[in-house]
């Protein structure tokens, strides 16, 4: 030390004096009267806060040697340290396709509305059709039968409404040359 | 009064019936030193009162893990210097003003302080000695004041040597240059 110390003294004599004088003073700092003998006290006073803080801040409760040191660690892993995921391509990434895809449903379900009112036509055509065929096939007298019988059944009318029928529409004179 | 070794005061706090004693021991020991450190840095008797508690408690609170590989007393001044270095960059940080003006402000609080009954030249040393930058005059102190050796301040600030004496000689020559440009009184 005193090699370090004469490093310098020759250089600074003002400085290298008043070290000397000051030596085993404070250098004009003062400090409160008995200070140093409540700094102790003060001080264990805050170690003894400390300790209250400290098992205070635990409840009673401990955790395992290293326990955070580990769990920074593990944090770490999983976040910053995380291997990358695969990038996921999300299926409606885009506008388009979201209209694309409306199109598309409004296509398909007016497609279907089209098919079902066809299919309806179609079913009357058969029908039609069908009773077409179911005529065809009856037997032309039996038909004419029908008719017949038909018309004697709509027509029943009295011996006086004949009479005025003939003379409604028909003149004297044919009565007379046909009889 | 002898003063105890390191060695028994960490035997003596590794044993939790003597981990108690083993701390007043060491309060015993080092309270006033570090107190002067920090008061030589911060000026304040009020500022540097709390820094000193604030320092001892992480002394206590980091005790058991040290393993050694500094002195003890080294390694207790490297608690004290980072609160005190922490405390001057909240200082100017809440002010927001630059470390020059950390160095005014604590200039002015030495011209106000009731607890600076220093004479001319005294008062001239630690004004000229707030002119340095924040590093060098910790260096500065360190070694001017509690004589210690260059390895010893190297452990305590993690700077080489070489680095320290350079520092050390250029604040020297500075401070000269101030106090001799009044006459000295002694």
């Known amino acids: ?179 | 009064m002898k003063q105890v070794e390191d060695s028994e005061i960490l035997r003596k706090f590794g044993v939790e019936k003597t981990r108690n004693e083993a701390f007043s021991l060491l309060l015993n020991k080092y309270q006033q030193k570090i107190y002067w450190h920090i008061r030589r840095l911060v000026i304040d008797h009020d500022d540097a009162d709390d820094l000193v508690q604030e320092a001892f408690v992480k002394v206590w609170k980091n005790l058991e893990n040290f393993r050694n590989d500094s002195q003890l007393y080294t390694w207790i001044y490297r608690i004290a210097t980072n609160e005190c270095i922490t405390f001057l960059n909240k200082k100017k940080q809440r002010n927001n003003i630059s470390l020059d003006d950390v160095n005014t402000e604590l200039s002015e609080t030495l011209a106000a302080s009731t607890y600076f009954d220093g004479d001319k030249i005294q008062r001239k040393l630690q004004e000229a000695i707030l002119t340095l930058p924040e590093k060098q005059r910790i260096i500065f102190n360190m070694k001017y004041f509690d004589d210690m050796k260059y390895d010893e301040i190297s452990e305590v600030l993690g700077t080489s040597v070489g680095a320290l004496k350079a520092s050390f000689h250029i604040a020297v020559k500075k401070i000269e240059s101030i106090l001799t440009n009044e006459e000295p009184e002694f």
């Open chain 1, 1 to 179: 030390m005193n090699d370090e110390h004469m490093e310098w003294v020759a250089e600074a004599p003002v400085l290298a004096a008043l070290h000397e004088r000051s030596r085993k003073s404070t250098h004009g700092f003062l400090v409160p009267a008995a200070y140093f003998n409540t700094l102790k006290v003060q001080t264990e006073a805050q170690i003894a806060l400390e300790k209250v803080r400290t098992a205070s801040a635990s409840n009673g409760f401990s955790t395992p040697d290293a326990y955070f040191s580990k769990l920074q660690a593990g944090i770490l892993a999983q976040t910053i340290n995380a291997a990358p995921q695969p990038k996921k391509l999300r299926l409606w990434h885009n506008d388009w396709v979201k209209y694309v895809s409306a199109a598309c449903f409004v296509l398909l379900v007016a497609t279907g509305l089209y098919l079902k009112q066809q299919s309806a036509l179609k079913a009357d055509q058969y029908a039609e059709l069908a009773s077409d065929a179911v005529l065809y096939n009856i037997d032309e007298s039996v038909i004419i039968e029908h008719l017949k019988e038909d018309q004697k059944a709509t027509h029943t009318v009295s011996q006086t409404e004949m009479e005025n029928y003939i003379l409604d529409h028909y003149s004297a004179n044919e009565l007379t040359n046909s009889l």
